[in-house]
Every structure is written in structure tokens, then in C-alpha cells.
């Protein structure tokens, strides 16, 4: 995947992390992934349609959604709950509005969905994958917790 189209996930992540929640998240290197499998604990999905098909997935560690949630919202959250899944949700959609608003700048158009929360240890993402072409995978650490952006798109 070009370089191109991995700069709007990276700062979208980085932006809304840094504006909604006061944190820094760091960037490890992108790679390609090739199955269902969620990298983290808790995953806000959202679907994108437009100059392709695909998601946008984000990713987190428990400990890592319950940090980034609690900061966003000035609230302390030790469990996952409805209000850290709808956190999560609320991250998935801005991150994803971020990126497809730079997406646009370089000529390719997105709508989104409305965004999936699914929570559990080794939870999957089956249905993402039908027609899978690519899945680029962005690994963050924010305060030593990791999550995921994950942008699947499918030929069109």
C-alpha cells in the first residue's frame, strides 16, 4: 500500500488521540495483515464505501481502551462498559471522519457507516474479510498500552 495512503490513518490516530484525550500516541511501522483476527481486546468498526470498499478498525488493548476512554471523557473507567464501548465508537468515527476528510484530499472519496463496537479476548472480524485485496495494520503505543488502526479495503 502506497505511502500516500497511509499518512491519513497515521495522523487522523494521532490527532484525535492528541485533541479528544490529551494523549501521544507513537507509531510503530505499518505492516499487512491476511486474517480476521482482532489485535486487540476491544475494536470500533466502521464501514466505508466510495472509491472502495472496506472498514476502518480501531483496535485496543483493554487496559489501552480504558485509559484512552477514561481521558477522553475525565471520567476513571476500570471495566469495560457501555460507556467505554461508546467511547471507542466515538474514537472509530472521528478517526475515520479525519482520514477520509485527507482521503478526499488526494481524490478518493469515502462515506462511513455508523460504527460496531465488539469487545473479548480473540475476537474476530470475519465479515470485513470477504474479498479482502489488503488490510494495512498501524501499531500505537500510547503511555506503554498498544492498539491498532487497521484500514481493510477490497477491489472494486
Request: with cysteine.
Amino acid at each position: 500500500m502506497e505511502a500516500k495512503f497511509i499518512q491519513p490513518f497515521l495522523t487522523a490516530t494521532i490527532n484525535v488521540l492528541k485533541t479528544m484525550a490529551s494523549l501521544e500516541p507513537k507509531p510503530g511501522k505499518p505492516f499487512m495483515k491476511d486474517n480476521k483476527d482482532a489485535l486487540g481486546d476491544v475494536s470500533g468498526i466502521i464501514g466505508l464505501t466510495g472509491a472502495s470498499k472496506g472498514a476502518l478498525v480501531v483496535s485496543f488493548s483493554e487496559a489501552c481502551a480504558l485509559k484512552v476512554v477514561s481521558a477522553m471523557l475525565m471520567e476513571e473507567f476500570t471495566e469495560i462498559n457501555e460507556e467505554v464501548k461508546d467511547g471507542v465508537g466515538e474514537i472509530t468515527n472521528m478517526i475515520s471522519g479525519d482520514a477520509r476528510r485527507q482521503l478526499e484530499g488526494i481524490g478518493m472519496e469515502f462515506a462511513a457507516g455508523i460504527p460496531t463496537v465488539i469487545t473479548g479476548k480473540n475476537h474476530g472480524i470475519t465479515s470485513l474479510y470477504n474479498g479482502l485485496t489488503s488490510c494495512l495494520v498501524i501499531p500505537f503505543a500510547c503511555d506503554g498500552l498498544n492498539f491498532y488502526v487497521e484500514a481493510i479495503f477490497s477491489g472494486k
